[in-house]
T-cell receptor, first 116, second 111 residues
């Protein structure tokens, strides 16, 4: 199993350009998430999905859109990139651990995005 | 008050020593607690879940103190490879599948 994969690994954009980050998981997890990580801060949730065809906003959704057309894929789009979106983006997926009501999350390797 | 707070460190510890750090959380109704490890420029990886009774995995022991709303991580006989940032994670209020992440505690093990 590849687990969670992300493409691309690195990207440099100019202000105003658009791009899509792709996340794929082969663990049959229902839940998927997009986070951003900035220096000195915890991971912040951008958007998440509780199943195919459903998405919801997280803590910092502005400037981003997402789609989950297939259970295994979760796409993050930046329509008009801004320097404030320079960050490391992580995708994660999770499942319910037995009867613990606990959802362990598993992460992709991240995408380093720089917006100039 | 932040929902999850950690001492950012760094904790500089000699190899072989025991080190412990705590994390406090604000939501008294939280039910899921985790420690993740993150190496420099890598993704977070699950180290261990934290159960009410505490749990141990080799050199690592995690404890939960609900009364004082903190979780702890103890590392015994530290190795150079333990150098990393340790992230404290708690579930979001009213949502078991959304997690709130601490900013992490940096640990540096010195030979």
């Amino acid at each position: 199993n590849a687990g969670v994969t992300q493409t691309p690994k690195f990207r440099v954009l100019k202000t105003g350009q658009s791009m899509t980050l792709l996340c794929a998981q082969d663990m049959n997890h229902e839940y998927m998430y997009w986070y951003r990580q900035d220096p000195g801060m915890g991971l912040r949730l951008i958007h998440y999905s509780v199943g195919e065809g459903t998405t919801a906003k997280g803590e910092v959704p502005d400037g981003y859109n997402v789609s989950r057309l297939k259970k295994q894929n979760f796409l993050l789009g930046l329509e008009s990139a801004a320097p404030s979106q320079t960050s490391v983006y992580f995708c994660a997926s999770s499942y319910l651990v037995g009867d613990t009501r606990s959802y362990e999350q598993y992460f992709g390797p991240g995408t380093r995005l720089t917006v100039t | 008050r932040k929902e999850v707070e950690q001492d950012p460190g760094p904790f500089n510890v000699p190899e072989g020593a025991t080190v412990a750090f705590n994390c406090t959380y604000s939501n008294s109704a939280s039910q899921s607690f985790f420690w993740y490890r993150q190496d420099c420029r890598k993704e977070p990886k699950l180290l261990m879940s934290v159960y009410s009774s505490g749990n141990e995995d080799g050199r690592f022991t995690a404890q939960l103190n609900r009364a004082s709303q903190y979780i702890s991580l103890l590392i015994r006989d530290s190795k150079l490879s333990d150098s990393a940032t340790y992230l404290c994670v708690v579930n979001k209020m009213d949502s078991n599948y959304q997690l709130i992440w601490g900013a992490g505690t940096k640990l540096i093990i010195k030979p």
